[in-house]
């Protein structure tokens, strides 16, 4: 049985997915499950039905289609679609055809998408040669249904897709006569939804055999809302880079975010001597400290809290105007958790990332994760490039100094891979 509240994988290794996915996973550059994938996959192949809250750009795609993959029968024993897929758009369908493609790489897979606007004579012919997927809308759906040209005797999964889109176009109708039609016996159904308003309940309780419900809206919605921006910086100007920040924001509060426990330290030590309301928490300090620690922050005492993601991830205090992901966070999912700590209650937010020249690719997957590029920022008049000693290092009296033009390296670039 699933259980909702279970540790969900932060790994595709820890998901026993089959050597032919996690190829396709490699060759799709997917290296982590998104938080939506890391609680649907599971349950979904657990064959329970799942109403996931989760809106476009979460990953939500693969968390249904990597389900239906791995339990597609032999041809032979299910000759006609076994995973069928209904979808607002031409557009969506396309791109979730698209996405069964790229996950079923390497293997005899099949996937037709059929929305309206297209001949449907091409449509025919690709459905006759068996696919095991069809994704379609609704209303074209039903043409081939209607035709006989979709059979539906060897479906097992039905997946509604952006159900809340379907209903507010009016093809709540047609949902509802599709579903009649479906195998109800050992059928599952999967449902994404941004929203789950009362008319998608009632579609739920009507079709679907008591689903798990999995919300992954709420982290998203504040993200949304706040102001995302990044430096490119040298990791041993990281430090100046954000004296400078913190001098130019005078943020009312601010959460510095460190990978480790040890970088929170030291980031303590080197911000104390500059700023009076500095303080840290992490993991390794007693609790007695640790909550004398947050009781300033929470009381505005406090103005700069260093912390670490694990305890960081946790802190709800509405004053915070600031957060500053001083390293990269190591999981896309830990960024949406460290940003989200800005913004709450419909507060103004602003999130920085320092991210040196070899970390545009994480720089990337957060954008991918969130579903939108970060401003680059700058601060007048600071050199984020370390300088370039280009000597051997010598006595400190005999160096000569580097070369102005050495001095003045131009930060580097990093190209996007969206
Ligand atoms: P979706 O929400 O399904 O529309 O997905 C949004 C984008 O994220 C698509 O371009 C996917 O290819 C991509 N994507 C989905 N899952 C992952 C993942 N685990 N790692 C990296 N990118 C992903």
């Known amino acids: 049985m ?10 595709f290794e820890e998901m026993d997915l089959s050597p032919a996915m996690m190829k396709a996973l490699v060759k799709a550059n997917y290296e982590e499950p998104t938080p939506v994938q890391a609680g649907v996959i599971p349950t979904a192949l657990e064959g329970v039905d799942v109403i996931g809250q989760a809106r476009t750009g979460t990953g939500k795609t693969a968390s249904f289609v990597i389900p239906i993959l791995e339990d597609l029968l032999p041809k032979r024993e299910a000759p006609g679609p076994q995973g069928l897929i209904l979808v607002p758009t031409r557009e969506l369908a396309v791109q979730v055809r698209d996405e069964v493609v790229k996950l079923a790489s390497g293997r005899r897979i099949q996937c037709v998408a059929l929305y309206g606007g297209k001949p449907i004579r091409g449509q025919i012919e690709k459905l006759k040669d068996g696919p095991q997927v069809v994704v379609g809308t609704p209303g074209r759906l039903l043409d081939h249904i209607g035709r006989g040209t979709l059979r539906l005797g060897d479906l097992w999964c039905v997946v509604l897709d952006e159900a809340d889109r379907m209903l507010d176009i009016g093809f709540r109708p047609d949902i509802e006569r599709i579903l009649r039609k479906c195998p109800e016996e050992n059928r599952q159904t999967l449902l994404l939804s941004a929203t ?156 920085y990332t320092f991210v040196n020249p070899e970390e545009g690719p994480q720089l990337t997957r957060i954008e991918q994760r969130i579903n939108r590029l970060l401003k680059r920022d700058e601060i007048e008049g600071f050199d984020a490039s370390a300088p370039v000693i280009e000597e051997p290092k010598k006595e400190k009296s005999e160096a000569p100094p580097p070369p102005e033009s050495a001095m003045k390296r131009r930060p580097k670039r990093y190209r996007r891979a969206l």
């Open 2 to 11: 699933a259980d909702p509240a279970r540790e969900a994988p932060k790994r």
């Open 196 to 351: 789950v308003p009362p008319p998608i309940l009632r579609l739920a309780q009507r079709y679907m055999h008591e689903p798990v419900t999995l919300n992954f809206s709420e982290g998203d919605v504040s993200v949304e809302t706040i102001d995302q921006l990044y430096f490119t910086v040298d990791h041993d100007r990281k430090f100046d880079l954000l004296v400078k920040l913190l001098e130019r924001e005078n943020p009312a509060q601010a959460i510095i975010f460190c990978r480790t426990k040890r970088g929170v330290d030291r980031l303590l030590r080197r911000l104390s001597k500059k700023f009076k309301s500095v303080n840290a928490i992490h993991g390794d300090m007693q609790q007695s400290a640790r909550d004398r620690v947050m009781k300033s922050f929470r009381g505005a005492k406090l103005q700069v809290l260093v912390a670490t993601d694990v305890v960081g991830r946790g802190i709800d205090v509405t004053g915070i105007s600031h957060i500053i992901n001083f390293d990269v966070p190591e999981f896309c999912d830990d960024y949406v958790h460290r940003v989200g700590r800005t913004g709450r209650m419909g507060r103004e937010g602003v999130a």
